[in-house]
């Protein structure tokens, strides 16, 4: 099972530029849940999608973030424009019996 | 809303000594989880304890599940350099937020050798 897969595992781009982050839950798993973490506010549930429908989309910090599940194995959350406090690791975690799995991470730098 | 607490936020001992984390909620939980994250690395499961009173047990790790089913603890005996990492505890949400997880801020461990 290759585990969750997220890409790209680094970006660093300016303040302004349009980001896309991209997730591909492991296979059979239903929900698919999209977290931002930094040292300020830890561990932060921005949106989260049970057989590609979104449900709470709570977390989300602003009309700048947006997130679609087209499918079962893909995911994006996107960030426009990006702004320097949007830096952070971006996780992707999919779950399966209630446990999650995440994904690597992608790390986010704006300048 | 709900709320996990955890304490200490941070803990640095020397290697062989023994580490305790406590986490509450706010809320009574069905189950509780705890997850491991190394240092640049992302979170990774460790265990589900869903009985009032539970404690299981994965070699130097205990972990504990109230009686009230809203605090837990997870104690390391004899910590090793391996150890190092911030643990986390969550618990499912209730309602219309079941499908998810309340992560606390975690206890991040520092293992001296």
């Known amino acids: 099972d290759a585990g969750v897969i997220q890409s790209p595992r680094h970006e660093v781009t300016e303040m302004g530029q349009e980001v896309t982050l991209r997730c591909k839950p492991i296979?059979?798993?239903?929900?698919l849940f999209w977290y931002r973490q930094t040292m300020m506010r830890g561990l932060e549930l921005l949106i989260y999608?049970?057989?590609?429908?979104?449900?709470?989309d709570s977390g989300m910090p602003e009309d700048r973030f947006s997130a679609k599940m087209p499918n079962a194995s893909f995911s994006t959350l996107k960030i426009q424009p990006s702004e320097p406090r949007d830096s952070a690791v971006y996780f992707c975690?999919?779950?399966?019996?209630?446990?999650?799995?995440f994904g690597p991470g992608t790390r986010l730098l704006v300048l | 809303g709900q709320q996990v607490m955890q304490i200490p936020q941070y803990q640095h001992v020397q290697e062989g000594e023994d580490f305790t984390t406590y986490c509450n909620s706010s809320?009574?939980?069905?189950?509780i989880q705890w997850y491991k994250q190394r240092p640049g690395g992302h979170p990774v499961f460790l265990i589900q304890?869903?009985?009032?009173?539970e404690v299981k047990k994965q070699k130097r790790l205990t972990f504990q599940f109230g009686e009230a089913k809203k605090n837990s603890s997870l104690h390391i005996t004899a910590t090793q350099t391996t150890d190092v990492g911030t643990y986390f505890c969550?618990?499912?949400?209730?309602?219309?937020?079941?499908?998810?997880?309340?992560f606390g801020r975690g206890t991040q461990l520092t293992v001296w050798p």
């Open positions: 999608f049970n057989n590609n429908v979104p449900i709470d």
């Open positions: 296979s059979g798993h239903n929900s």
């Open positions: 975690a999919s779950k399966r019996r209630g446990t999650q799995y």
């Open positions: 969550a618990g499912p949400g209730r309602g219309s937020t079941l499908g998810r997880l309340y």
């Open positions: 809320t009574t939980l069905s189950n």
């Open positions: 304890l869903v009985k009032s009173g």
